[in-house]
């Protein structure tokens, strides 16, 4: 049998240095800042090709979004060598919460070609920070929901999975969970997740994928297939922002709180200030502090 | 929606093998402070519900009470002593909806009650999964990682919620959320579709809560609350996740033993690579554990491997979304002192800076605030302490 795996994944703001811009106060400038696929989007295609070179699986990508993020389906396909690709794209899906985005998902999903084994989402978006996409569209799938997910084999013959979690208690230790649940099961990639190929049979897959991929990519147009509301057949109350209970009422800076601190400003260009500051560092050092 | 079919606020406590994580009764502290002023302010008698699932967690109940919990609701089960999803979700979403264990909690209105009329849930990794799904269940709106609460009568007006026209939501829950860069607030509000083409009601405003932001209430031995074992329907099928194994790692990243904490931010962009080794050097000579700003974690540089791996790790984030720590010494550097930060760093015993910008944050949080490009002022600072040491041994 074939193990079917779909990712759903996210064009974001692309943060790295050279490709973001910062407004002088401090915030994101959305306009001049390039969009990419969303590093944990990275994350979550490269652990579905784990399960390409693997279990040989079928690979389906969804994505919400305007046209542009066709532009992400095919840097995701590049990662994982898929098979389908989704975008989910109208109007009316604009503005939607997490939970009308769930649903959206839910819908999309169901549409793929193939009863979905596992499915795979970022840690969270990059943007959004929320991390409750992915859970709440394995809610409303059904589906057993397993996040902070490190490492997974898949047994074929049994259809479960296996899979370590790597739990932050904060204030306290972290955990390593391994834990086994039957499919079909919902991932949350963890962002510190690492696909690693331990022999030569797999090496070999992942270079032929890979090459496989590079080749999709090019011509990703003739995977892609692009849905709006009527074509997914979802319900136009639940979705958008018609389907959002929550809304953002307000945005505004953060005020500067007062000053905690009295600094003492010294010039790091004079020798002199400087050798003051040694002084006072070995002082902190020590607990000798007089402020 | 009428008056009575709403009520309470449920608070989501996390504990580990009977422990609870200090998150709870952080949560559990602005509970009672906010509920305390709800309930003057409209006469009132609405409760603080502690929940607390687990196994052979009998003992935490009192202690809940102590910190602020009108009431507890407590599920003790072997099917619970580690939290998986779906189980989780289902009892937890039973408490949510039912009647009876409302009764328990305060008879007025008891024969009405639907739902909370607020939940909150820790950000972490668990609450904040649990959060998705138990809203997902219950289909209302949840806001993740906030970290300042009100509670206000709005008038609001908007083409969804309210088809344009202006009405007032009275006793409405504003959630602020700091954005990812630390200076923008956005406040979330879960509303009640009142336009009559989409009409229907969303409660429980539902939120998760950043861990480490809000103070506890002290502890008072006298207060008096209602303790209620509930017992859950647990189904089978809910039941398919099995637990193999379980092991606690200890970070490798100690900030607790050392006594000086060297930090960077983003300011070290103009060469990432080499500010960091020089960062590295004086961490060194300092004999200083190395922390990292949130926005240095998103990987905003390319760095070799070997800097990659082991420093723009979430392990060594200090603020509000990583570690919390209090040395002797910490050294701030490219470090703008967004608000994040400054909640992981404020208790240090002496701050310095190290930035270019005197207009920056950080001027205000720190002691000694050394103006200058790090590419300058931290090689004389090793020179200087590698000075001492020499004078030091000979």
Redesign the interface.
């Known amino acids: 049998m074939t193990l079917n795996i779909a990712i759903l994944i996210k064009l974001e703001p692309d ?3 050279g490709n ?1 811009s ?1 407004n002088t ?4 400038n959305r306009a001049e800042t390039k969009n990419t696929l969303g ?1 944990h989007s990275t994350i979550a295609a490269t652990a579905a090709f784990y399960s390409k070179v693997k279990y040989g699986a079928k690979i389906s990508i969804g994505t919400m979004g305007p046209p542009v993020a066709e532009s992400a389906l095919q840097q995701a396909q590049q990662l994982c060598d898929a098979d389908e690709l989704h975008l989910y794209s109208d109007r009316i899906f604009a503005g939607a ?3 009308a985005t ?1 649903e959206l998902l839910k819908a999309g999903i169901q549409k793929m070609q193939g009863k979905m084994d596992i499915v795979f989402s970022g840690h969270r978006a ?2 959004g ?8 569209t ?3 799938l059904g589906f ?5 997910v490190v490492d997974y084999e898949v047994n074929l013959q049994n259809q479960t999975i ?1 899979a370590k979690r ?17 499919l079909p099961v919902f991932i ?1 990639i963890d ?2 997740y690492k696909a690693v190929f331990n022999n030569i049979s797999h090496r070999l897959a992942y270079e032929k994928y890979q090459k496989e991929a590079r080749l999709r990519a090019q011509n990703y147009k003739q995977y892609l297939k692009v849905f709006n509301a009527a074509e997914l057949g979802v319900d136009s ?1 639940k979705v958008g ?2 389907g ?11 005020p ?14 004079n ?1 002199e ?3 003051k ?2 002084a ?6 020590s ?1 000798m ?1 007089i ?1 | 929606m009428t008056e009575g079919d709403y009520r309470h606020l449920y608070v989501i406590m996390e504990q580990e093998e009977g422990e609870l994580l200090p998150v709870s009764l952080e949560m559990l502290g602005e509970a009672r402070r906010l509920f305390d002023d709800f309930n003057k302010k409209h006469s009132s008698n609405e409760k603080v519900v502690a929940v607390i699932l687990g196994y052979k967690i009998k003992e935490i109940s009192k202690k809940l009470i102590e910190y602020g919990a009108d009431a507890v609701i407590s599920v003790d089960s072997p099917e619970l002593r580690y939290v998986r999803n779906t189980i989780y979700t289902k009892v937890i979403s039973q408490i949510a909806s039912d009647k009876e264990a409302a009764k328990k909690i305060d008879e007025e209105y008891a024969g009405q009650f639907k739902r909370p009329r607020y939940m909150f849930f820790a950000a972490d990794s668990i609450g904040r999964h649990l959060s998705s799904t138990v809203l997902a269940e219950l289909e209302s709106g949840l806001a993740s990682d906030i970290n300042k609460l009100v509670i206000e009568d709005i008038e609001i007006t908007h083409q969804n919620k309210t088809g344009g026209k202006p009405l007032t939501y009275e006793k409405t829950l504003e959630m602020y959320r700091p954005d990812f860069s630390g200076f923008l607030w956005t406040t979330i509000l879960c509303l009640d579709n009142r336009n009559s083409s989409i009409e229907r009601d969303y409660h429980p405003q539902a939120c998760s809560i950043i861990p480490g932001v809000f103070a506890p209430i002290e502890a008072d031995s006298k207060r008096k609350g209602k303790i209620i074992e509930y017992v859950p329907t647990i189904e089978e099928q809910d039941l398919k996740v099995k637990m193999l194994s379980r092991k606690v790692i200890r970070s490798k990243v100690d900030f607790d033993s050392h006594k000086a904490i060297v930090s960077f931010g983003r300011g070290i962009k103009d060469s990432p690579e080499q500010n960091i080794k020089l960062i590295e050097q004086l961490a060194n000579e300092l004999d200083a554990e190395i922390g990292i700003s949130l926005p240095i974690s998103k990987k905003l540089f390319s760095l070799s491997p070997a800097l990659d791996s082991k420093y723009i790790i979430s392990d060594r984030v200090i603020g509000t979304s990583g570690r919390k720590v209090s040395p002797m010494l910490y050294v701030a550097i490219g470090i703008s002192g967004a608000m994040q930060h400054i909640a992981g760093m404020k208790e240090s015993e002496f701050v310095v800076a190290i930035n270019s910008d005197e207009n920056s944050l950080i001027k205000n949080e720190c002691d000694l605030f050394i103006k200058g490009r790090m590419e300058d002022v931290i090689p004389v600072l090793i020179a200087e302490l590698q000075k001492q040491k020499q004078v030091i041994q000979s």
């Open positions: 943060f790295s240095e973001v910062y106060d401090g915030t994101l590093p919460d997490t939970l769930a990059s943007d920070e929320t991390g409750q996409t992915g859970p709440q394995a809610w409303k057993t929901f397993l996040g902070n296996r790597l739990i932050r208690l904060q204030g306290f230790y972290d955990v390593i969970e391994e834990i086994e649940a039957p949350a962002p510190s109350k922002l018609a959002s209970p929550t809304i953002v009422y307000k945005v505004e800076r953060i500067k709180g007062k000053a905690n601190r009295q600094a003492e400003v010294v010039d790091g260009s020798a200030h400087m050798r500051v040694i006072r560092l070995q002082e902190a050092m607990g502090v402020k």
